[in-house]
DNA sequence: TGTTAAATGTACCAATCAGTTCATTTGGTC
DNA sequence: GACCAAATGAACTGATTGGTACATTTAACA
């Protein structure tokens, strides 16, 4: 950051001299907040601990965030942005029927296995009934397109005869996410439980092919 | 309980007068524990507020489990152990492959929506890497033979040419674990994002049959 | 160059929280 | 019924925590 944290070690009492940069500071703000919250939940996470790993002060948290909640929202908000991102990136109409699910549950599953950080917010929004996505308004108005962009594959499937009918284009969203996201989620007990690390490279492959897999068996005639 | 919270109320100031009972004591403040630790996860969850809830005191707290992460593993441990006690209640070894497997998919599924608190803890421990799972003998030793049921059934299932071959038990345990968890684990955040409630009596029917339905699809040859 | 709003640093505070100290009571045993 | 370990209550504490008050600096602009 531009900010110099190097003034006040030099000079020992008085004068701090330093670059304005909001734009750089929130951003450093919510870069460290988002590990933190990742890492220690809504409650687990201090302030404190926040501020003292930002090149910035506890002080400009508040200045730009109001309190605690404020900034945890806005960590949030950024992150479903990208999801919103992702998933417009994602351009699966042009492909046929089996390609594009097969596409999409590849990237579905990519996304969680490479984004921990994702699921792990989630999780934590989760344990707080969401609470959070309900009062932010950036949220409210994302419009997630995943949905519409199934029931389209899905119904081209249909019609060309590959996929059965009678498919709910939620229900297909909620496998693919189901099996990509408790691959993440569940990690840890997993491995303390089966000793087994699904994190691990050949358990990740395998898995992203029994996901695939799994969807396309539920989809065909 | 059967400490006398009345006396302490009578008496304006110095007698105190109530009965012994441990075990009740120790039962009651693992029953209020729980659903602290469940609604507000570990960090979240207060000492004092646990206390408060009790018919007991915070002193008891300390006396009988340490210290609070030494409660929230009590917690865990048995809620574990009742898992564990389901798991063997359930006899699939009797029955055909096909229905086997539909009745462990289905018993599985009902367990985790009938009990969110197994799943939010769940959630909890992930979060937290699950470090207490690790530093409990108890739940090291617990020995969870769902897979061996699992691989029981889907061995007869292929010896009858009813499933194919290649197929991890692990993968089954996992598939099955994570539709049934997920639906729960990840209700107040969907019901965000796309306003549908997965706890709804229709919706959980017919997520029922869906999970069912992909587990044998799965399955089948 | 003087003025001012935005941006920032430092020190501080009141409340909360996990954990403890001290003292008392209970209930079994000899 | 004297004795003592287990069980319990009430009040207290040192440290942490979210949040603020106060003062200063920067940078744009008149």
Redesign the pocket.
């Known amino acids: 950051m531009?900010?110099?944290?190097s003034?006040?070690k030099t000079?020992g009492?008085?004068?701090?001299?330093?670059?304005?940069?909001?734009?750089?500071?929130?951003r450093n703000i919510l870069a460290v907040a988002k590990e933190e919250f990742v890492e220690n939940g809504l409650?687990?996470?201090?302030?404190?601990?926040?501020a003292a790993r930002t090149?910035?002060?506890?002080?400009?948290?508040?200045?730009?965030f109001?309190?605690?909640?404020?900034?945890y929202r806005a960590v949030l908000e950024e992150m479903y942005e990208r999801i919103r991102g992702f998933e417009r990136s994602l351009d699966i109409a042009s492909l046929p029927p089996v390609e594009a699910m097969t596409l999409l549950a590849g990237f579905t599953f990519d996304y969680h296995a490479e984004n921990p950080d994702f699921v792990r917010l989630v999780m934590v929004e989760n344990i707080h009934h969401a609470r959070h996505l309900a009062t932010s308004d950036r949220i409210a108005t994302l419009n997630l397109s995943a949905i519409d962009m199934i029931r389209e594959a899905y119904e081209r499937g249909v019609a060309a005869g590959l996929f059965r009918p009678g498919i709910e284009a939620l229900d297909i969203h909620l496998t693919i996410s189901a099996l990509a996201f408790y691959n993440v989620s569940n990690r840890a007990s997993i491995r303390q439980v089966f000793g087994h690390d699904m994190g691990a490279p050949e358990a990740l492959v395998r898995r992203r092919a029994a996901a695939i897999d799994t969807l396309l068996r539920m989809l065909r005639v």
Chains 1, 2 share one sequence.
């Open positions: 531009s900010k110099a944290a003034a006040s000079t009492r008085k004068p701090a001299s330093w670059t304005q940069d909001p734009e750089g500071v929130r409650s687990g996470a201090r302030v404190d601990e926040i090149a910035t002060s506890k002080r400009m948290i508040y200045y730009y109001g309190d605690k909640e404020g900034l």
